[in-house]
C-alpha cells in the first residue's frame, strides 16, 4: 500500500534505457565535497545510536558513517555489487533497480535507521519505496534522505529536473508523509570546504536532509 505523489509527468527521465546499464561499471569516485561529506558523518554522529541496525539505501564504496562508532548492523543496497563489494562499512548488500522493483527484501521492523544519500533523487517510484522503508523500519526508527545540489541530469526524473532545492526538500518530505512516515523535518545548511580554501571562509557543496520518523 502506498500514496502517490507524482504525476506521470513528473517520472520522466531523458535516458530512459535501463538503470542497470548506467550503473554496470563502478565508479569509485566520491559523488559530494568534502564539505558536504564531514557534515554528513557529524549528522549521522549525532542522529544514529551505535546500536542501530542501518540500511543504506542508494549506497556505493562509501557510506560516511563515522569510522569510529561500530554499528549493530549495516546493510547496503546499491546498484553496482563491485562498489557494495568494496564498502568497508557494510555487512551485507543487495543489488535492486527500485524503478523496477521498490520491494525491500528485508523483515518487518528489521531497521533502525534507513539512510539515503544522493540517490532519493534518481527514483521514478518513490512512493513506493518510502512505503517499504517504512515497512521495514522499527516503530519510532528513522529515515533520513541527504543530498547536495548535483546529480546525473539526465537519470533523474523531471520533478528533480524541474525542482529547485528547495522544492527537493518539500518533494521528499511530501513522499515521506504522504506514505505514513511522521515528524518530518527538513534541513538546510551551508558547508566549509576543507584545507585552506576552509579556513578562508570557502564553502563546500550545500548540506540538505529530510527527516522523519516512524511514529505507529
Ligand atoms: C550519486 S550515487 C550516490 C552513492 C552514495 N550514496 C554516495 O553517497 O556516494 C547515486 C546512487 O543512487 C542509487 N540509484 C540510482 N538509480 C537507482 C535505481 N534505479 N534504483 C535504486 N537505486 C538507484 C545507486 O546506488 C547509486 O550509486
Redesign the pocket.
Known amino acids: 500500500m502506498f500514496t502517490k505523489v507524482l504525476t506521470d509527468a513528473q517520472r520522466f527521465k531523458l535516458d530512459q534505457e535501463p538503470?542497470h546499464i548506467f550503473?554496470q561499471n563502478p565508479r569509485f569516485v566520491?559523488?559530494?565535497d568534502d564539505g558536504f561529506r564531514a557534515r554528513l558523518t557529524e549528522f549521522y554522529r549525532e542522529q544514529i545510536p551505535s546500536c542501530a541496525t542501518v540500511l543504506d539505501?542508494?549506497?556505493?564504496w562509501?557510506s560516511?558513517l563515522p569510522d569510529n562508532v561500530r554499528y549493530e548492523r549495516v546493510i547496503g543496497?546499491?546498484?553496482?555489487e563491485a562498489?557494495l563489494t568494496a564498502n568497508p562499512r557494510l555487512d551485507s548488500y543487495f543489488v535492486?533497480?527500485?524503478?523496477r522493483d521498490p520491494t525491500l527484501p528485508l523483515q518487518e521492523g528489521f531497521v533502525d535507521v534507513c539512510v539515503v544519500?544522493?540517490?532519493w533523487q534518481?527514483?521514478t517510484r518513490p512512493e513506493e519505496v518510502a512505503a517499504e522503508m517504512l515497512r521495514v523500519t522499527r516503530t519510532n526508527g528513522t529515515a533520513i534522505v541527504a543530498f547536495s545540489n548535483r546529480m546525473?541530469f539526465a537519470?533523474a526524473p523531471q520533478v528533480w529536473t524541474d525542482g529547485d532545492d528547495r522544492e527537493h526538500l518539500d518533494y521528499v518530505g511530501t513522499v515521506l508523509q504522504a506514505n505514513g512516515w511522521g515528524d518530518v523535518k527538513v534541513l538546510a545548511e551551508e558547508t566549509k570546504t576543507g584545507g585552506l580554501m576552509g579556513l578562508m571562509g570557502g564553502k563546500g557543496e550545500p548540506f540538505f536532509a529530510v527527516t522523519a520518523r516512524k511514529q505507529i
Do not use: I, P, R, T
Open positions: 538503470d550503473y566520491q559523488h559530494l539505501l542508494g549506497s556505493s562509501v560516511h543496497h546499491g546498484m553496482n562498489e535492486q533497480d527500485f524503478n544519500v544522493a540517490a534518481y527514483w546525473f537519470k
